[in-house]
């Protein structure tokens, strides 16, 4: 079942074409990812999606109950003046669509942070305290008050050490099991992609260059442009083993 599907969708910021006719869809269960260089126009189709931009032609056809997104910058997203507690607070009390539960607030703030593997611990703390990787998990919890079907993760480790990238994709594959999610990931990094995501879509200039079943994009690759994605991977490995 699809849960989102876009046909052709264009996205203009003024005479510039950010997206030029993209089509995808997100399935129950799916996991799947958007990924290009900078500026390729991924964060305006995830923005467009949720209705930061408007879209400038074509069909989006949302059928999920509630989506909800993680910014590409998840410390800015947070408040600087707020502490985790806080931040959490105000959501659940007070987001637009968050169910009011009987669930004593607290708690639920505990079993939110428990999702995405936090203790008690950063509750009395503001965002500049905290790693980039905990920061994101801390966008992930307050998305998952929302209780969302489809969750949009813009570059959810982009920022973040090689070595917590792995964990937070991990929670993001945990939560779909536990949590009942489909995930929309984007990245400019395809080995984010290429373990996590069960489909991915290829994107190069506002367009759709390549897009299939994970292993097949990466086995066989249509385009010039992924051929060359997927041949920049080893040169980051080889300049790694290089340096030891
Ligand atoms: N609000 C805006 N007004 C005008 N142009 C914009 C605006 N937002 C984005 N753009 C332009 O649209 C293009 C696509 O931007 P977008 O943020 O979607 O790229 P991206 O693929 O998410 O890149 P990155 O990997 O750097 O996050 C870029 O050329 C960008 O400069
Ligand atoms: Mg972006």
Redesign the pocket.
């Known amino acids: 079942m699809s849960l989102l599907t876009v046909t052709d969708l264009h996205v203009n ?2 005479k ?1 074409k ?2 030029k006719g993209v089509s995808f869809n997100l399935n129950k269960g799916e996991i799947v990812g958007i990924v ?12 467009t999606l949720v209705g930061i ?1 408007k879209k400038s032609a074509g069909e989006i056809t949302v059928s999920a109950k509630s989506i909800q997104m993680v910014f ?1 910058d998840a410390v800015g997203s947070l408040n600087p003046r707020m502490t985790i507690r806080a931040t959490l607070n105000e959501v659940i009390r007070h987001g637009k669509g968050v169910e009011r539960s009987s669930e004593p607030i607290e708690e639920r703030i505990t079993r939110l942070l428990s999702y995405v593997g936090l203790s008690d611990a950063v509750l009395n703390q503001y965002p500049r305290e905290m790693s980039g990787g905990q920061c994101q998990r801390v966008s992930i919890a307050r998305a998952l008050a929302f209780n969302p079907d489809v969750l949009i993760a ?2 959810p480790v ?1 920022a973040l050490d090689v070595s917590v990238q792995a964990k937070v994709l991990n929670l993001l594959r945990e939560l779909r099991d536990s949590q009942n999610l489909s995930i929309l990931i ?1 990245a ?1 990094d395809l080995a984010v992609v290429k373990n996590i995501c069960d489909r991915v879509y290829v ?1 190069h200039k ?1 367009l759709f260059v390549d897009e299939g079943k994970s292993e097949e994009v990466f086995t066989k690759p249509k385009s010039e442009y992924t051929k060359a994605l997927i041949a920049a991977v080893p040169d980051v490995e080889r300049s790694l083993n290089a340096r030891k």
């Open positions: 910021y003024g510039f950010a997206v290009g260089q900078s500026g390729s126009g991924k964060s305006t189709i995830a923005k931009e590409q813009d570059e982009s984007i400019h994107m506002g």
